[in-house]
């Protein structure tokens, strides 16, 4: 069975591409169509596109993740393959509603699916796919072991073609054996931290997109001030009609209005603030 690490721009993933090798690495990049939020150095927008194959305009995650799956291709001495979906943009406006935290669904579209019409591509049968959970995270874990079948193997719905109506049709395969490398071997994160130290690979302060819904409504308002352009992005979403990223007493323009007491900064919160869709 072919290994395959699924690299997040996170200290752990990458921890585990370091030290336990695999057959393939594969990053999934979040894309918006805001050129407000295009990365000021044309060099790096050029390298990311001719990594995804098409115009790489922004990314609703931390630009310094870019410049963390290069460092880490440099430092590790292998490829990664950069994977992506339809755009923030379209999957926001297609979806009904925007996601939130009853209806995740832009996890699967623009994390779980590309990666998976990657490796349909490219591997097409079963791998082991390695997850970046530390030791002391067995529940994030096990929930995903719980989805499981039989076999112990993870299924994917993906569309396969059309029919005679014009509808899609749809299949469900068997892609991956989750397993989880840190917390077989007791890795914590303070091991984690201190592998990267004095290491030439550039991590974001906070993965995962920065206007994510799962955050806390401060560590939000903390991000107005980081990310104003991107947190905009999210803002503006909100006033499409298409509902609120949390619900409408706490839009992102009303948290954006939040005057703090006092100066935070992104110690201040703990892991439980990411949002936990770094896949």
Same mark, same amino acid.
């Given at each position: ?8 721009g996170?200290?752990?993933s990458?921890?585990?591409? &370091? %030290? ?5 690495? +594969? ?5 918006i169509?805001d050129?407000k ?6 060099? =790096?927008?050029?390298a990311?596109?001719?990594?995804? /194959?098409?115009?790489?305009? &922004? ?5 310094? !993740?870019? $410049? ?6 440099q430092?590790?001495g292998?490829?990664?393959?950069? +994977? ?7 999957? &926001?406006?297609? /979806?009904?509603?925007?996601? %939130?935290? =009853?209806?995740?669904y832009?996890? +699967? ?26 030791? /002391?995270?067995e529940?994030? &874990?096990?929930?995903m072991?719980?989805?499981?079948n039989? #076999? ?5 719905k993906?569309?396969?073609?059309k029919?005679? %109506? @014009? ?18 071997? @007791? !890795? $914590?994160r ?10 030439? #690979? ?6 995962n997109?920065? /206007?994510?819904?799962?955050? %806390? ?26 509902g609120?990223?949390r619900?409408?007493? !706490?839009?992102?323009?009303? !948290?954006?209005?939040h005057?703090l007491? $006092?100066?935070?900064?992104?110690e ?5 603030d990411?949002g936990?869709?770094?896949?």
């Amino acid at each position: 069975m072919k290994t395959v690490t699924s690299v997040s721009g996170g200290q752990s993933s990458a921890y585990i591409a &370091a %030290n336990y090798p695999s057959d393939y690495l +594969v990053f999934a990049l979040v894309c918006i169509e805001d050129r407000k939020c295009t990365p000021k150095d044309a060099k =790096l927008v050029q390298a990311v596109s001719d990594r995804i /194959g098409q115009e790489f305009i &922004a990314t609703a995650e931390d630009d310094t !993740i870019l $410049h963390t799956m290069f460092d880490l291709e440099q430092y590790l001495g292998q490829r990664i393959d950069w +994977v992506t979906g339809e755009t923030f943009d379209v999957v &926001a406006q297609s /979806g009904g509603l925007l996601p %939130n935290k =009853l209806h995740r669904y832009c996890t +699967v579209e623009m994390k779980l699916r590309p990666m998976y019409r990657w490796w349909k591509e490219k591997i097409n049968e079963p791998v082991e796919m390695r997850i970046g959970f530390r030791s /002391g995270e067995e529940r994030r &874990a096990n929930r995903m072991l719980e989805r499981c079948n039989d #076999v112990g193997l993870l299924e994917f719905k993906d569309v396969i073609g059309k029919h005679s %109506n @014009g509808n899609n049709k749809w299949a469900t395969k068997a892609w991956q054996k989750p397993v989880f490398p840190m917390i077989k071997d @007791g !890795i $914590h994160r303070d091991k984690v931290v201190e592998f990267w130290k004095a290491k030439s #690979v550039r991590f974001a302060e906070r993965n995962n997109c920065v /206007g994510c819904f799962h955050r %806390n409504p401060l560590l939000l308002r903390k991000m107005w001030d980081q990310y104003p352009d991107k947190l905009q992005w999210f803002s503006n979403q909100e006033k499409t009609g298409k509902g609120w990223w949390r619900y409408k007493e !706490i839009s992102y323009e009303n !948290i954006k209005k939040h005057r703090l007491q $006092h100066e935070l900064s992104f110690e201040d919160f703990s892991e439980c603030d990411s949002g936990h869709c770094g896949l």
